[in-house]
């Protein structure tokens, strides 16, 4: 959790029981956080509604209003502000009939249950690190390491970067629509060389990620894809400004 802004970092974990409460709550502080608790979801959306968390860790099953159906309650107001906040779902079932439900609730990822430290530290990265660390998706520094500090090679392999990225992200797209895991792969590994060819590490980590759920079978791989899309969008436009 290095380069992580001195700022306060707020979770909310949202959990009826007070044994997975504890530890829930005992990991998020050694991550730096400041943890509130809910027993259900209408408790956690009058917090939602109250207070600007970064990440809430939210338990499936519970009594009166469960996670599923306060996850999508919540995604309906939070369309109307800008950005979107980490939901992940606390489950013991995590098969693709299971997982599929979290992200048609509107859940962006999963630790299953029994949580450990390492999952959490896992999931803290992918979902919440990247909003808040000073590290820049592009680093014209590193980039030029790859390019044996020749600033005419950069360009000329931004630029091809920038023309064959869209495609594939395109195809990616498709492929998420289509269930189609072979070009979920193909295109995942493509969109990784590329950036692995402009030092883009957090960029090339979230395609290695898709492409060995697709490899793997795993459908976790078609909800991954929606954030790698939007780390590559986001790069290209820091890309397109360093040039």
Sequence with gaps: MANIEKRELLALVVEDDKINQKLAGY????????VTFADDGHEALGLLDAN????VLMDVNMPLMDGYSATTAFRKKEKKWKG???????????DTEAVEKCMEAGMDGFIAKPISNAALGEILERF???????????????????????????????????????RQMERIRLAVLEKDFMNLEFFAHKLKGGA??????????????VENCATNRD?????????????????????????
């Design 27 to 34: 990991y998020l502080k050694k991550h730096g956080y400041t």
């Design 128 to 166: 919440v690190v990247g909003k808040t660390a000073a590290e820049e998706l592009f680093s014209r520094v590193a980039a030029l390491k790859v390019c044996d500090d020749d600033p005419q090679l950069l360009g000329e392999v931004a630029e091809m970067f920038l023309k064959d990225a869209p």
């Design 84 to 94: 979107r906040l980490p939901i992940i779902a606390l489950t013991a079932a995590t």
């Design 219 to 243: 459908a976790n791989g078609f909800s991954l894809s929606g954030a790698l899309l939007e780390m590559a969008d986001k790069f290209m436009d820091e890309l397109k400004t360093a040039l």
């Design 52 to 55: 600007k968390f970064d990440v």
């Design 196 to 209: 692995s060819n402009l030092a883009a590490r957090k960029l090339a980590l979230a395609a290695d990620e």
